[in-house]
């Protein structure tokens, strides 16, 4: 059975992330996807202790019912997203095994967790609006902190993206060892939409060796894999996500994906990984793999 995680924070963009996980889903054999909420309330950190001798009710006991109503309110909404997503599983005629989690945490702690224990073979994330910022370059959102760090596939969707179709998906390529495994999950997980898959590396400096080593990692396909429907293109420019960027808006790719390095912590601060910018600035899904 393919299992995948969903976590869910009902802001603007939820119900397209999940019509779209939905999707993607009931193309899978067996699909088991699992909403999951993370629920924290700041206010239990910051409720005061104060005890009342009057008859009126303490701040602490108000605190506690207003973090209750919270809690209740989010659980409803829970409730309501997963039988909007079971009427409309049941309309397009989806056989996807649905299942709601709610649990209390942050989202990062939460959902590291729930890697573990539920195993996922993806999880599939709203990302962000793309704006800049400095904060958002050094430390990323939840969504970009989940997909560099989970050991499973990542998929993040721009909170804008109103697009379903997965008939073109762009693999970037820097040559890594892991290549040829991903690109193998990523067919079996798109086999059901028949996609082309372009095989794209951004050439810096040596273009004959990188053509080469394009030419090798198509021969490495074609051994391991149905390479059919799969072409590769080497592209020429010095910033590679920019490249990219402009690759994917010129041939209306639908789905990004490459694979990630572990990285140190200086050295993610310092230098920012490729997956994680576009994790935070790409106008169309991006779907992480790992190489540990």
């Given at each position: 059975?393919?299992?995948?995680?969903?976590?869910?924070?009902?802001?603007?963009?939820?119900?397209?992330?999940?019509?779209?996980?939905?999707?993607?889903?009931?193309?899978?054999?067996?699909a088991r996807l699992?909403?999951?909420?993370?629920?924290?309330?700041?206010?239990?950190?910051?409720?005061?202790?104060?005890?009342?001798?009057?008859?009126?009710?303490?701040?602490?006991?108000?605190?506690?019912?207003?973090?209750?109503?919270?809690?209740?309110?989010?659980?409803?909404?829970?409730?309501?997203?997963?039988?909007?997503?079971?009427?409309?599983?049941?309309?397009?005629?989806?056989?996807?095994?649905?299942?709601?989690?709610?649990?209390?945490?942050?989202?990062?702690?939460?959902?590291?967790?729930?890697?573990?224990?539920?195993?996922?073979?993806?999880?599939?994330?709203?990302?962000?609006?793309?704006?800049?910022?400095?904060?958002?370059?050094?430390?990323?959102?939840?969504?970009?902190?989940?997909?560099?760090?989970?050991?499973?596939?990542?998929?993040?969707?721009?909170?804008?993206?109103?697009?379903?179709?997965?008939?073109?998906?762009?693999?970037?390529?820097?040559?890594?060892?892991?290549?040829?495994?991903?690109?193998?999950?990523?067919?079996?997980?798109?086999?059901?939409?028949?996609?082309?898959?372009?095989?794209?590396?951004?050439?810096?400096?040596?273009?004959?060796?990188?053509?080469?080593?394009?030419?090798?990692?198509?021969?490495?396909?074609?051994?391991?894999?149905?390479?059919?429907?799969t072409r590769f293109?080497?592209?020429?420019?010095?910033?590679?996500?920019?490249?990219?960027?402009?690759?994917?808006?010129?041939?209306?790719?639908?789905?990004?994906?490459?694979?990630?390095?572990?990285?140190?912590?200086?050295?993610?601060?310092?230098?920012?990984?490729?997956?994680?910018?576009?994790?935070?600035?790409?106008?169309?899904?991006?779907?992480?793999?790992?190489?540990?």
């Amino acid at each position: 059975m393919f299992k995948i995680l969903l976590p869910v924070d009902f802001s603007d963009g939820t119900l397209k992330t999940c019509s779209y996980a939905l999707n993607l889903a009931a193309g899978a054999n067996k699909a088991r996807l699992v909403l999951l909420h993370c629920f924290l309330d700041y206010l239990a950190d910051d409720a005061p202790t104060v005890n009342s001798t009057s008859g009126f009710a303490s701040s602490e006991a108000i605190s506690d019912r207003v973090i209750h109503r919270n809690e209740l309110d989010a659980q409803e909404e829970l409730d309501e997203l997963y039988h909007e997503l079971l009427k409309l599983s049941r309309k397009n005629g989806q056989h996807v095994q649905l299942e709601r989690a709610f649990i209390h945490g942050t989202p990062q702690d939460v959902i590291q967790a729930q890697v573990q224990r539920f195993k996922p073979d993806l999880i599939i994330m709203m990302g962000t609006k793309g704006e800049p910022g400095l904060a958002k370059n050094l430390f990323g959102t939840v969504s970009s902190k989940i997909a560099l760090d989970a050991q499973v596939p990542v998929l993040t969707l721009p909170q804008e993206y109103n697009g379903r179709s997965l008939s073109k998906v762009l693999y970037a390529t820097d040559f890594d060892k892991a290549d040829v495994r991903a690109i193998a999950i990523l067919q079996n997980l798109l086999q059901p939409f028949s996609p082309a898959i372009t095989c794209v590396h951004v050439s810096a400096q040596n273009e004959q060796q990188d053509q080469e080593h394009l030419e090798q990692l198509q021969q490495q396909l074609q051994k391991n894999t149905a390479a059919t429907n799969t072409r590769f293109v080497l592209l020429k420019k010095g910033s590679v996500a920019e490249a990219l960027q402009e690759f994917v808006q010129k041939e209306n790719i639908d789905l990004l994906a490459l694979t990630t390095r572990q990285r140190s912590l200086f050295d993610s601060i310092i230098r920012p990984s490729l997956a994680k910018k576009l994790v935070l600035t790409s106008e169309i899904p991006l779907l992480v793999f790992h190489n540990s």
